[in-house]
């Protein structure tokens, strides 16, 4: 029987509903498990019931893929992922490129009691995999950010319990995947997703919501499309399950490779596309518009900010340190971003040492950010999709023991958004679906790049390497994008430049013939080297990138070939 | 005339274990073993489809699933996939030596090295 214990900040929780639904859940794959492992149900029977429990199999073992639902969290909950890493993993886990955690060496006996013990602090593993509409998305400096409009965790939290358990959208043609962001400033990569909503506000102050649809990576990136520019928000749900509707109506079941919604979209044009969401929208008129709003408000009744105190937002000390001390200057350049609060800070626990695993977490690391976030944040945490975490509300007074701690738990390399922080999915190391390898690519390239003071003479420069045509480690909206890829038995690696999830976002141009495993991380030095020499004054790399074109990288890295 | 036996390449039969998800396989005595190692390799294609047949009964017994045939070669004595995906499904991750089939005796620069 579980211990239900609420996660302490301003965070949802758990009505009745959720609790017994999330517990139902555990006891039928508790029994789906002892009937695989009795022999009752066969592993083809098996396999889409572990598969909507987040289960997969991988290269080595089971993986189990945990939601963190819009990469939220509390302390509590942080403590118990890393109570799993230790009992039933290897003493690690691996932050998703979708704000989740992945163990990679579950045993299958173990299964339920992980969801049991998940259960217990209101998480789960439900839709982290399958053709459903997976785990919601959003900015990690949601509730944070000086730039945003409005806190997008109401409307997130909404999405998931719409979409949770909907009759309609249990089997879709493919998996189903949606970002939402609250500012101008787009850090959930909404424009390549299935659905990206980004907030806007009218000229009276009311809240409403840019709808892109048909954005996604894989074997054929898209950018999506904008189909509606304002949706009052009273609408959103009535809209989405339009959206979903016609996607699951039309959407191509035939070919897995041709089901996604940006395939519909592409392929019966972004007009025809929204004019049937448009009609299937006025024709239904669904009528729980009233009680959507009364749901979002007592939603958002659990996101009310924190205590925050008035705080002066400038503080002596930390500008004497930040003269003083060149690394913690870096750390603050890189590794910290502005709150909305004065006195207030967003940090970032970077989880890119030069020569590491990205995103690989130990449960000692864990609990070290989960006692940071008791200490100095509210007790809240977030997942990024760079694959990092972020304590949301820092006093700016606590900078300078907040970085200590960092760096005593070796989470302070001053790199964020840097080529050092480098999204990498887990490839041929651990994926039973990639062609070659990611992670060694990416330590090779920052241990190149190990020297802070270079990363920051670059410049802002996101490096994504995807392990195969899947993309999940975002190559095609890296500003320098690396596929590995098989080419008779060995492992070869192309490059993209020009790509972005932001909100000016592109996919990667490939550059020319692949480079081998030895020659790439040279090859990635050579572009960053190039930039360097041709880059106007104040340009960023994509800003040189989209500003001269590919010919100057093509000229450095294939004129002597 | 020659024996177009001694052109054929060898093979092991592998799996994985329903309980664990682990890497195995399947040894001289008809038993799964983790290390590649303990594996009995087949001579030619043919030979290693009825070893597979006969390890099929296992999957239907949930003791493993999913097994194949994988090539394979000597490399001073051992026993190695010729495929790089399969040989760091051996021996690997080769990113966590740690972790890595070392128990086996192999070291990670084995796993990738061809």
């Not at chain 2, 004595?77 to 740690?98: F, K, M, N, S, Y």
Request: net charge negative; aromatic share 8%; with cysteine.
């Amino acid at each position: 029987m579980n211990v239900h214990v609420s996660p302490e900040p301003n965070m949802y929780r758990y009505d009745e509903f959720d609790r017994s639904f999330v517990d139902a859940r555990v006891a039928q794959f508790r029994d789906q498990v002892a009937r695989r492992l009795d022999g009752t149900i066969t592993e083809d029977e098996f396999k889409p019931m572990r598969l909507m429990n987040g289960l997969y199999h991988q290269l080595h073992a089971y993986m189990l893929r945990v939601a963190v639902p819009y990469g939220t969290m509390s302390s509590r909950q942080l403590n118990v992922l890393a109570d799993i890493a230790d009992k039933y993993d290897r003493g690690y886990g691996h932050w998703t490129t979708r704000q989740n955690i992945q163990y990679n060496w579950i045993k299958l006996e173990d299964t339920a009691d992980i969801l049991d013990r998940l259960a217990g602090v209101e998480m789960h593993a439900i839709q982290t995999s399958g053709n459903c509409i997976r785990n919601t998305t959003t900015d990690a400096y949601a509730g944070a950010a000086a730039d945003e409009l409005a806190d997008p965790r109401p409307v997130c939290e909404l999405i998931r319990q719409w979409s949770s358990l909907h009759p309609e959208f249990t089997y879709l043609p493919r998996k189903f995947k949606i970002a939402v962001t609250g500012s101008p400033n787009d850090r959930a990569a909404v424009r390549v997703h299935d659905i990206g909503l980004r907030m806007h506000l009218n000229e009276q102050g009311e809240r409403g919501w840019e709808v892109l649809v048909g954005g996604g990576q894989g074997r054929t990136p898209m950018v999506a499309v904008t189909v509606r520019d304002w949706l009052a928000e009273a609408d959103l749900l009535p809209y989405l399950t339009a959206v979903m509707r016609v996607y699951n109506l039309i959407g191509r079941r035939d070919n897995k490779y041709k089901a996604r919604i940006k395939i519909l979209v592409h392929e019966m044009g972004a007009e025809a596309f929204s004019a049937a969401v448009e009609k299937e929208f006025a024709d239904a008129q669904m009528e729980t518009v009233e009680v959507d709003a009364r749901e979002l408000a007592r939603i958002s009744s659990y996101f009310a900010a924190p205590a925050w105190e008035t705080l002066a937002a400038f503080v002596p000390e930390i500008e004497e340190k930040k003269l003083a001390d060149r690394e913690f200057r870096q750390w603050l350049a890189a590794n910290t971003a502005a709150h909305k609060v004065p006195g207030y800070t967003i940090v970032n626990a970077s989880f890119k040492p030069a020569g590491g695993i990205p995103g690989d977490a130990t449960s000692g690391q864990m609990r070290a950010v989960a006692a940071l976030a008791d200490k100095y944040s509210f007790g809240e945490v977030r997942v990024t999709h760079a694959q990092n975490l972020t304590l949301p509300h820092v006093r700016t007074s606590d900078l300078i023991e907040v970085w200590g701690e960092l760096n005593s738990q070796g989470l302070a390399e001053a790199n964020i958004g840097l080529i050092g922080d480098i999204i990498s999915c887990p490839g041929l190391d651990y994926c039973a679906l990639a062609t070659a390898r990611s992670i060694p690519v990416a330590q090779e390239i920052s241990t190149r790049f190990a020297d802070i003071k270079r990363q920051h003479d670059v410049g802002p420069l996101k490096l994504n390497i995807s392990g195969c045509i899947n993309a999940c480690g975002h190559h095609h909206v890296g500003h320098i994008g690396i596929l590995g890829v098989d080419k008779k038995g060995k492992e070869f690696y192309q490059i993209t430049l020009g790509g972005s999830s932001a909100e000016n976002a592109s996919i990667g141009k490939i550059l020319g013939p692949g480079f081998g495993a030895d020659e790439i991380a040279g090859a990635v030095e050579t572009v960053v080297d190039t930039y360097l020499n041709v880059r106007e004054q104040g340009e960023e790399f994509l800003q040189t990138y989209r500003h001269l074109g590919a010919a100057p990288f093509k000229e450095a890295l294939y004129a002597s070939h | 005339m020659n024996d177009v036996t001694e052109d054929c390449s060898e093979y092991v039969v592998t799996a994985n274990e329903v309980l664990s998800g682990n890497t195995v396989f399947r040894s001289a005595d008809e038993t799964w073993v983790r290390g590649i190692d303990g594996a009995v390799v087949l001579k030619c294609e043919d030979t290693g489809f009825v070893a597979l047949g006969d390890a099929q009964k296992d999957e239907q017994a949930n003791i493993v699933m999913g097994a194949y045939l994988v090539e394979v070669s000597r490399e001073s004595g051992a026993i190695r996939p010729v495929h790089i995906r399969e040989r760091i499904r051996a021996l690997g991750p080769t990113v966590r030596a740690d972790l890595a089939q070392v128990a086996q005796g192999f070291s990670t620069r084995e796993v990738v090295d061809q």
